[in-house]
Structure formats: structure tokens, C-alpha cells
């Protein structure tokens, strides 16, 4: 069974940086696809970052665009987040997803596994 556990969440003043992790357990291999979302109280749910195992690329959504940054631990199916300069809007739980073995997009909907999430909050 995939699992997926975040960490690395915390409170961070406005400028600041913070990474999260996501540990995916339960591969027989690699998934193709992980990604972060987002969701602040009262809003909607939003896509952050997207990471190709197979080759590597990346995709941000252009509220973090050049402040945020996805790797990958090597040997292991861990995804980071790195946020750097932060902003108050930035405040939310924070979640990864991955996809299961022979996906081969990374859609929302193809995304079966989901972390429980780990609280960011950024304050002035």
C-alpha cells in the first residue's frame, strides 16, 4: 500500500524559507508523477508543483514561480518543496499526491495517493 507522509511544515516570517518533504512508501519502483497542492481555510484547493520522476522536470504555478523549487532525494522516492521567500498568502496545509505505477500523466485525476498534509503559516 502507497503511503505518503509530509513534513517540514512550521510557522515562517514573510521573506523566510521553508522545505517541505514528501516520503512515498510502498513502490515497487518510482511513481511517475508527484505534486503539491495547496488549500487555505474558505478557498479552493490549488495546484503548487509537479515533478516527473522519469525525467525529471518540473511545473510551478505562477504564484510560486521563482520562489519555489521541487527535487527529488535520489535514492529514495522523497519530493521536496523549497519556498523561498515567502509571503502571507503562501499561508496554507500543504499536500502531496503521487501517481500510481504505469501512470503516464500527471493530472489531477490520475493522482490515487495523498498525503494528510502539513500546515504552513507565514506571518508579517
Known amino acids: 500500500q502507497v503511503q505518503l507522509v509530509e513534513s517540514g511544515g512550521g510557522s515562517v516570517q514573510a521573506g523566510g524559507s521553508l522545505r517541505l518533504s514528501c516520503a512515498a512508501s510502498?513502490?515497487?519502483?518510482?511513481?511517475?508523477?508527484m505534486a503539491w497542492f495547496r488549500q487555505a481555510p474558505g478557498k479552493e484547493r490549488e495546484w503548487v508543483a509537479r515533478f516527473y520522476f522519469t525525467s525529471g522536470s518540473e511545473a510551478y504555478a505562477d504564484s510560486v514561480k521563482g520562489r519555489f523549487t521541487t527535487s527529488r532525494d535520489g535514492a529514495e522516492n522523497t519530493l521536496y518543496l523549497q519556498m523561498n521567500s515567502v509571503t502571507p498568502e503562501d499561508t496554507a496545509m500543504y499536500y502531496c499526491?503521487?501517481?500510481?505505477?504505469?501512470?503516464?500523466?500527471?493530472?489531477?485525476?490520475?493522482?490515487?495517493?495523498w498525503g494528510q498534509g502539513t500546515q504552513v503559516t507565514v506571518s508579517l
Open positions: 499526491a503521487s501517481t500510481p505505477l504505469g501512470a503516464d500523466s500527471c493530472l489531477t485525476s490520475r493522482l490515487k495517493y
Open positions: 510502498g513502490y515497487s519502483g518510482s511513481p511517475y508523477c
